[in-house]
C-alpha cells in the first residue's frame, strides 16, 4: 500500500512554456502533499506544502506565481511551472502523508525536468 | 536554526558494516526518519526512530539518542546495490520534516 505516482517521468520543454507536473495517491487519501526540487549531488528542498482544498504553503524563497500548485482533491496535486526557463531544470519530487501511523512521507518516483 | 548535519560521502567494501552519523538540532522533536535515494530516483523509506534506542530491520539498524540530538544508521553485509545516498530527517514541532543533505555511500569490491 501507500503508493503515490507522478506524471510524466520526465519532460523537456522550450524556455517560456509551461509545465504541469501531477502526483496522485493510488490507494490512500493523502491529507497533506508536499513538492520538492533537488538539483544534481543536492539534497531535496522543499518548495510547498498543500492540504487538500486549501492554498498551498510556500518555502521562503519559492516564487508563489512561478510554481502553481492546486491539490483539488484527497489525491491529487498538480504543480505548473510557468514560463519556464533553463534555471528551472530540476529533479521535482512529490510526496504525500496519510495522517496515519508517523506521518511517513511516501514519496512519487519523480519527475525529470529539462528546459531548454 | 534547525541544523541536521550528516557526512558527505563514505567508502566502504563489500561485505563489511558502515555506520552513517546523523545529529540534529531541530525547534521540537517527532521523529527521525532515514531514508535511501538512488541516483535519479526519489528517496524510499528505511526507517523511522522517536523512541531512544536501537530499531533493527534486517542487514538495516538504526539508533536513536534524543538527549544527544544524534542518530546513526548501520548497514551490515554490504552489497554493491547499497551504494546510495542515505538521508536522514527529523520532524519537527509543526511535523514538518527537516532533510539533510545526504551522505553517499560508495562500495567497493
Known amino acids: 500500500g501507500a503508493v503515490v505516482s507522478q506524471h510524466p517521468s520526465w519532460v523537456i520543454c522550450k524556455s517560456g512554456t509551461s509545465v504541469k507536473i501531477e502526483c496522485r495517491s493510488l490507494d490512500f487519501q493523502a491529507t497533506t502533499m508536499f513538492w520538492y526540487r533537488q538539483f544534481p549531488k543536492q539534497s531535496l528542498m522543499l518548495m510547498a506544502t498543500s492540504n487538500e482544498g486549501s492554498k498551498a504553503t510556500y518555502e521562503q524563497g519559492v516564487e508563489k506565481d512561478k510554481f502553481l500548485i492546486n491539490h483539488a482533491s484527497l489525491t491529487l496535486s498538480t504543480l505548473t511551472v510557468t514560463s519556464a526557463h533553463p534555471e528551472d531544470s530540476s529533479f521535482y519530487i512529490c510526496?504525500?502523508?496519510?495522517?496515519?501511523?508517523?506521518?511517513?512521507?511516501?514519496f512519487g518516483p519523480g519527475t525529470r525536468l529539462t528546459v531548454l | 536554526g534547525q541544523n541536521i548535519d550528516q557526512p558527505t560521502e563514505m567508502t566502504a567494501t563489500e561485505g563489511a558494516i558502515v555506520q552513517i552519523n546523523c545529529t540534529y538540532q531541530t525547534s521540537g522533536f517527532n521523529g527521525l526518519f532515514w531514508y535511501q535515494q538512488h541516483a535519479g530516483e526519489a528517496p524510499t523509506f528505511l526507517s523511522y526512530?522517536?523512541l531512544d534506542g536501537l530499531e533493527e530491520k534486517g542487514r538495516f539498524s538504526s539508533f536513536l539518542s534524543r538527549s544527544k540530538g544524534y542518530s546513526y544508521l548501520l548497514l551490515k553485509e554490504l552489497q554493491m546495490k547499497d551504494s546510495a545516498s542515505y538521508l536522514c530527517a527529523v520532524m519537527d514541532s509543526n511535523y514538518q520534516l527537516i532533510w539533510g543533505a545526504g551522505t553517499k555511500l560508495i562500495i567497493k569490491p
Open positions: 510526496s504525500a502523508t496519510s495522517g496515519r501511523e508517523y506521518n511517513e512521507q511516501f
Open positions: 526512530n522517536v
